[in-house]
């Protein structure tokens, strides 16, 4: 992945990132062509520290013969995105451009015993029935022993070993403090849902330059207090 070094985040916020979306696309190379698959996946982490990537995937998908343990695949996960017009800036002579989240793992992925891929399917629904909460979590318990097993047979389990980190953060943050301003103060204004999640991280990303911004709607949203 192609990251200037503004757009570069560490490690850390990579991994973070990328646990926290735990969405993203699969993908390999068969010989011939590139193939790939979305999914659901969830991050841990071995006894050395390497991340593992894991995930299942359907018995019958074409990705599941090339889980060989050494050829290498890629894990792309993406967050919110949005465009970003020219007009916006309150600098002349701007150009188009697209501001997002994403982060690439890159690693070689083995198949899983039927035991892992018992603990990996319970670990994962997990994940996701959290962010649910207060519902209580569903759990494979609740499905018949049959049907748990004959579901169980139609996946196959992964891990991927991730050896390479990469991620971008394209949130304008080369830009000068009023053209950063007005294209987050845009954005937050724009229907499309990726647009406001982007100026919501740009405002994370630079807060001092909303400071005098939020201390004034603070005064402005203070009540009155009567004079004697």
């Not at 793992?105 to 997990?126: C, F, I, K, M, W």
């Not at 196959?156 to 390479?164: A, K, N, R």
Request: net charge negative.
């Amino acid at each position: 992945m192609y990251t200037p070094p503004p757009f570069k985040p560490d490690r850390a916020a990579s991994l973070a990132f990328a646990e926290a979306r735990g969405f993203g696309l699969i993908c390999a190379w068969d010989g011939g062509k590139p193939v790939a698959s979305p999914l659901p996946f969830y991050l841990r982490y071995g006894n050395d520290g390497t991340p593992l990537a894991m995930f299942h995937l359907a018995r019958h998908n074409p990705l599941i013969k090339l889980a060989d343990g050494t050829s290498s695949w890629l894990l792309a996960v993406n967050g919110a995105d949005a465009y970003v017009s020219p007009d916006w800036y309150v600098s002349p002579d701007q150009v188009p451009t697209w501001l997002y989240q994403a982060v690439h793992l890159t690693g070689a992925v083995r198949r899983l015993s039927d035991d892992e891929l018992t603990v990996q399917v319970d670990t994962l629904s997990d994940k996701f029935e959290n962010w649910l909460l207060p519902k209580k979590p569903w759990t494979s318990a609740k499905m018949t022993a049959g049907r748990l097993d004959a579901m169980k047979k139609a996946i196959v389990g992964l891990e991927m070993t991730v050896e390479e980190i990469e991620g971008s953060f394209k949130l304008n943050q080369h830009k000068s403090e009023t053209d950063y301003a007005a294209i987050a103060g845009a954005l937050s204004s724009q229907a499309d849902a990726g647009a406001p999640r982007i100026a919501q991280l740009m405002r994370q990303a630079r807060p001092e330059i909303f400071a005098n911004e939020e201390t004034l709607a603070n005064q402005t949203n203070r009540p009155e207090r009567n004079v004697p």
